[in-house]
């Protein structure tokens, strides 16, 4: 079992930026993918970005060139930089991590506002 615990959500005006972090703790040997996912009022949770332990990245169309998703494996940390943030970004962010044997788990998501 993992354990994740995010930080770094908040509030920010439109163009700003803010860095998320996940860490993760526990069977930590067991994880293959870490990526972020958001949910906003009413809507569905949709992917945002996802990093593979190789580093490999994929990102939605809406976040690319705006969001950068990395990686500290010694850290057991994936971070999220969103940059030019737009209001439409404003959501619950969760972060998630995709186990070598097919199984995942959730953090306990973390507010972004983007006002404008």
């Known amino acids: 079992q993992v354990q994740l615990v995010e930080s770094g959500g908040g509030l920010v005006q439109a163009g700003g930026s803010l860095r998320l972090s996940c860490a993760a703790s526990g069977s930590i040997g067991s994880i293959n993918v870490m990526g972020w996912y958001r949910q906003a009022p009413g809507k569905q949770r949709e992917l945002v970005a996802r990093?593979?332990?190789?580093?490999?990245?994929n990102y939605a169309d809406s976040v690319k060139g705006r969001f950068t998703i990395s990686r500290d494996n010694a850290k057991n940390t994936v971070y999220l930089q969103l940059s030019s943030l737009k209001p439409e970004d404003t959501a619950v962010y969760y972060c998630?991590?995709?186990?070598?044997?097919?199984?995942?788990?959730w953090g306990q998501g973390t507010q972004v506002t983007v006002s404008s």
């Open positions: 990093i593979s332990s190789g580093g490999s990245t």
């Open positions: 998630n991590v995709a186990y070598y044997w097919g199984g995942n788990s």
